[in-house]
């Protein structure tokens, strides 16, 4: 045997002595490796997840996964609230009113001026009749506030409450059931001079609402009074009409 025979020979039984480079791994030990490897990334990438994601239920966050990548959904913020229930704000230097007739025998009258219920059943303050609110312009504080049931022979005292009013007052009137049964030619005479159109349209049941202001003069362009009648084939409810609302803004005095 030959001197390179048997070098050759003696390198099967050690790679070290070899002069080449190492042996490669045996595919066993190569699997046993590769396994190892995909088990620490499998397990680095549920501690990720883990982290990650809040504590929730799993169909919760099986639905976050799944929402990854999606488009998000833009939401519109919720409407910010207004003075007395308004749909859009006063503009700056004015005052927000909004009065509510009654309804049947149930839904009260309501009179709101700057977000404050000057007048409404979770104050204790009305009643079937005419409701009246007056407030100072000037200021935007209450005055006074009064229900006069028509029923009952009440005329005579509305007359003289409107009458006493303030000169620069505001007057917020609602009606309740009925406001004409008792309603005498005086009280129509004083609401009339506030501008009303209505009052002497006022018939057994209606529902009515009014604004008026006592010395100066409203801006033309607001709502200032409305109604509705009683019909028996129209109304909402049993012997009434619907409820009728008016709302506005009504600037302040600039100094």
């Given amino acids: 045997m030959s001197p390179q025979s048997s070098m050759n020979t003696g390198c099967r039984g050690c790679c070290r002595a070899c002069p080449e480079p190492a042996c490669p791994l045996s595919p066993g030990a190569f699997k046993a490796v590769f396994l190892a490897f995909a088990s620490m990334c499998a397990w680095y990438s549920g501690y990720l997840l883990a982290e ?10 099986v639905y976050t996964i799944r929402s990854i990548g999606e488009r998000p959904i833009l939401k519109a913020p919720v409407p ?3 003075k007395c229930d308004h749909w859009a704000p006063c503009p700056p230097n004015s005052y927000a009113y909004r009065l509510l007739s009654g309804g049947g025998r149930d839904k009260y009258a309501k009179i709101c001026f700057e977000d404050e ?6 104050i204790g303050n009305v009643a079937r009749g005419i409701n009246i609110a007056i407030v100072n312009y000037l200021t935007g504080k209450v005055i006074a ?6 029923y009952e022979d009440n005329s ?17 009137m609602a009606t309740h059931d009925d406001g004409s049964s008792r309603l005498k030619d005086g009280a129509k005479d004083a609401i009339e001079a506030l501008g009303s159109k ?3 349209n006022m018939k057994f049941r209606s529902s009515w609402v009014f604004v008026a202001a006592k010395g100066f003069e409203l801006p033309s362009g ?6 509705n009648h009683s019909d028996n084939k129209k109304n909402r409810y049993s012997g009434w009409p619907a409820e009728i609302q008016i709302e506005g803004c009504i600037l302040k005095e600039l100094s």
Wanted: hydrophobic residues 40%; glycine residues 4%; aromatic residues 8%.
């Fill in 117 to 122: 219920l000057l007048i409404g059943e979770k």
């Fill in 52 to 61: 990650l994601l809040p504590d929730m239920p799993l169909s919760s966050a």
């Fill in 80 to 82: 910010k609230r207004q």
């Fill in 198 to 200: 209505e009052i002497r």
């Fill in 145 to 150: 506030t009064q229900y006069f049931d028509m």
């Fill in 156 to 172: 005579g005292p509305m007359t003289q409450f409107i009458q006493n009013a303030p000169p620069k007052s505001l007057l917020f």
């Fill in 222 to 227: 607001i709502q200032r009074e409305k109604i």
